[in-house]
């Protein structure tokens, strides 16, 4: 009985060493998270001038403004996405490891003030608002991860990872409502690719011979979306979404595997 009690203690105390990465070993981790919008616009800012309303809203035939539009950020038109995916990793040795990932992040629509109209005629300016669409992004991406510290306990890392990012359509809905006018559903961003890169440090945590928790934090950067300006072209707005980059900061708690 001594004995199988020693055996089973020695086998606890030696399992977390296991865990991590090794020479030909592979893992696999399930991650989740947030990813927050630091920097990027979803649309820049212009200036056109609108000689009649009427197209817009009958009742001012005749009338004019200028749209005085300005730059929004992804921080003020979506917030912080959730974000969750997979990695499978190939450990070189102890201490470093190449990996590819699959993620998805998601946030729902956003409403913000873009900007105003300003109507001569009545001597002010109309507030108009815009109405975006889900951001939904899948990213796939393969980089390499330096550990640090000894085997087998809790161990920093850094990581640099690269590759494509894919964002669904984004649609628009254009509203000025003092002047009851209303752009509903407009195009604004294609579905398309983009490059996307990051880099993160976080650390290990060994929980059994197999099983590890990772924790992690980083920086983000998604390439300018693909616009689409069938439906604001013709308002001198044409070039507002020629934008779309979005630099973020993840954080992710992942549960990891090793084979």
Same mark, same amino acid.
């Given at each position: 009985?001594?004995?199988?009690?020693?055996?089973?203690?020695?086998?606890?105390?030696?399992?977390?060493?296991?865990?991590?990465?090794? !020479?030909?070993?592979? @893992?696999?981790?399930?991650?989740?998270?947030?990813?927050?919008?630091? @920097?990027?616009?979803?649309?820049?800012?212009?200036?056109?001038?609108?000689?009649?309303?009427?197209?817009?809203?009958?009742?001012?035939?005749?009338?004019?403004?200028?749209?005085?539009?300005?730059?929004?950020?992804?921080?003020?038109?979506?917030?912080?996405?959730? @974000?969750?995916?997979? !990695?499978?990793?190939?450990?070189?040795?102890?201490?470093?490891?190449?990996?590819?990932?699959? *993620?998805?992040?998601?946030?729902?629509?956003? %409403?913000?003030?873009?900007?105003?109209? &300003?109507?001569?005629?009545?001597?002010?300016?109309? @507030?108009?608002?815009?109405?975006?669409?889900? &951001? !939904?992004?899948?990213?796939?991406?393969?980089?390499? *991860? *330096?550990?640090?510290?000894?085997?087998?306990?809790? %161990?920093?890392?850094?990581?640099?990872?690269?590759?494509?990012? !894919?964002?669904?359509?984004? %649609?628009?809905?254009?509203?000025?409502?003092?002047?009851?006018?209303?752009?509903?559903?407009?195009?604004?961003?294609?579905?398309?690719?983009?490059?996307?890169?990051?880099?993160?440090?976080?650390?290990?945590?060994?929980?059994?011979?197999?099983?590890?928790?990772?924790?992690?934090?980083?920086?983000? &950067?998604?390439?300018?979306?693909?616009?689409?300006?069938?439906?604001?072209?013709?308002?001198?707005?044409?070039?507002?979404?020629?934008?779309?980059?979005?630099?973020?900061?993840?954080?992710?708690?992942?549960? *990891?595997?090793?084979?």
């Amino acid at each position: 009985m001594n004995r199988l009690l020693l055996s089973a203690a020695l086998c606890t105390l030696a399992g977390p060493a296991l865990a991590g990465p090794a !020479e030909g070993r592979f @893992s696999m981790s399930l991650l989740g998270g947030i990813d927050t919008p630091v @920097s990027g616009d979803v649309h820049t800012g212009a200036i056109s001038d609108i000689p009649d309303l009427g197209p817009l809203n009958p009742a001012l035939a005749g009338v004019g403004a200028q749209l005085r539009i300005e730059s929004r950020g992804h921080d003020r038109v979506y917030g912080a996405a959730s @974000s969750y995916g997979l !990695e499978f990793a190939y450990g070189f040795d102890d201490r470093s490891e190449i990996f590819g990932q699959l *993620r998805q992040a998601n946030a729902g629509a956003g %409403r913000v003030r873009v900007g105003g109209a &300003y109507v001569p005629a009545l001597a002010t300016e109309l @507030s108009v608002f815009g109405t975006f669409s889900r &951001y !939904e992004a899948y990213t796939a991406e393969v980089g390499y *991860r *330096r550990y640090f510290g000894e085997s087998g306990w809790a %161990r920093p890392f850094l990581a640099g990872r690269i590759g494509g990012t !894919e964002t669904d359509a984004i %649609r628009a809905t254009f509203e000025i409502p003092d002047a009851n006018i209303v752009i509903p559903d407009a195009p604004f961003f294609d579905k398309d690719w983009a490059l996307s890169a990051g880099l993160e440090a976080g650390v290990i945590i060994p929980v059994g011979g197999r099983f590890s928790m990772t924790v992690s934090g980083g920086v983000q &950067y998604v390439g300018d979306l693909s616009g689409d300006d069938s439906a604001i072209g013709g308002l001198g707005l044409a070039s507002i979404n020629d934008t779309g980059s979005r630099v973020s900061v993840p954080v992710s708690i992942s549960g *990891r595997w090793d084979f």
